[in-house]
Nanobody, 115 residues
Framework: QVQLVESGGGLVQPGGSLRLSCAAS????????MTWYRQALGNQRDLVAT?????ITDYADSVKGRFTISRDENTVYLQMNSLNSEDTAVYYC???????????WGQGTQVTVSS
């Protein structure tokens, strides 16, 4: 059983930056692929960025070049730069065990980009 807790969200002006963190209750180093999703009001939940246990990353086209995902033993991060209003959403951390196919969701953290 893995519990995920996101933090770092808040209000930021356009062009600004935020760094989100997702802390796991136990080690996620082995076998877990970690992903950030986001869901804007009235929209579906969309993939933002993913990172494998080996450190291989992938990004949605809308954030490529602006966002960076990284991880250590029990935490995954999302560095968000050059934020704009389209980035306003609830951001969710997601973990998937490649061996057991167990999955876990965090509770989400609100990011609001506004003047």
């Amino acid at each position: 059983q893995v519990q995920l807790v996101e933090s770092g969200g808040g209000l930021v002006q356009p062009g600004g930056s935020l760094r989100l963190s997702c802390a796991a209750s136990g080690s996620i180093f082995s076998f877990y692929t970690m992903t950030w999703y986001r869901q804007a009001l009235g929209n579906q939940r969309d993939l933002v960025a993913t990172i494998t246990s080996g450190g291989i990353t992938d990004y949605a086209d809308s954030v490529k070049g602006r966002f960076t995902i990284s991880r250590d033993e029990n935490t995954v991060y999302l560095q968000m730069n050059s934020l704009n209003s389209e980035d306003t959403a609830v951001y969710y951390c997601y973990a998937r065990n490649r061996l057991t196919r167990e999955t876990y969701w965090g509770q989400g953290t609100q990011v609001t980009v506004s003047s």
